[in-house]
């Protein structure tokens, strides 16, 4: 169970640039992103895509931007919304 006090930025990122993750969840647009209506699923549950950039929101979460290439295009992500996929090591 996460803590809703953590300060995330205190801790070094969970993931690190060129990670393939896969989102935990559909992931809809808020408002904030442009050329989609509100209420739009931007990333589906199960979409796979690699962080992009490593920022951080409120001087307290780290918010990683995921290229998901399918869909041609780049969503602000909390570590809670990802998992890593772990490739598994060629024979």
Do not use: C
């Not at 199960?46 to 409120?58: K, N, P, Q, R």
């Not at 869909?71 to 060629?90: S, T």
């Amino acid at each position: 169970m996460r803590d809703p006090d953590e300060i995330e930025i205190y801790k070094d990122p969970v993931f690190e640039y060129g990670v393939k993750v896969v989102s935990r969840k559909n992931v809809r647009n808020d408002g904030t992103f442009p050329g989609k209506e509100i209420g739009e699923v931007l990333v589906k549950k199960g979409d796979v895509g690699y962080v992009h950039s490593i920022g951080t929101f409120l001087q307290r979460y780290y918010i990683y931007g995921v290229d998901w290439i399918d869909r041609g295009y780049v969503v602000g992500m909390r570590v809670h919304e990802l998992d890593e996929v772990k490739e598994e090591a060629a024979q």
